[in-house]
């Protein structure tokens, strides 16, 4: 129980995500919970595993917006001039858009795109 933390510490995705051509839906749905963890035989692992590779999406997505909205920033010490552009809130309105980080790692998961390793249960198979 001590290695909590280092249990799932190999997770990777198999290929890098393109969160924008995802096949995830952009609305919550209801999923057999049951037939998720078959893989693991363990709700909590399973949620563990969707839940960090939502946490690598939801980076990977920040840093991406991030770069794109850095080249529209404007570095002005004028605080009362703000400036409105086009580009940028469409940008904004995309990302807003695209299915959430959670709901595309559990697509992934679904779709056997993930790899994961727990170091506990691997550590008796040597």
Do not use: C, H, W
Request: no cysteine; net charge neutral; charged share 35%.
């Amino acid at each position: 129980m001590d290695n909590k933390k280092t249990s799932l510490a190999a997770l990777n995705a198999i290929a890098n995500v393109d969160y924008k051509r995802t096949n995830a839906p952009a609305n919550t749905i209801t999923r057999d919970m049951m037939k998720l963890s078959s893989d693991t035989k363990n709700i909590y692992e399973t949620t563990m595993i969707i839940a960090k590779r939502a946490n690598q999406i939801s980076k990977e997505m920040k840093e991406d917006l991030e770069k794109k909205l850095q080249e529209f920033a404007s570095y002005s010490d004028n605080l009362e001039e703000v400036f409105e552009n086009r580009e940028q809130i469409e940008i904004s309105r995309f990302y807003e858009k695209l299915p959430k980080p959670v709901l595309i790692a559990t697509q992934e998961y679904e779709d056997g795109k993930v790899y994961f390793k727990n170091p506990a249960k691997d550590k008796g198979s040597f």
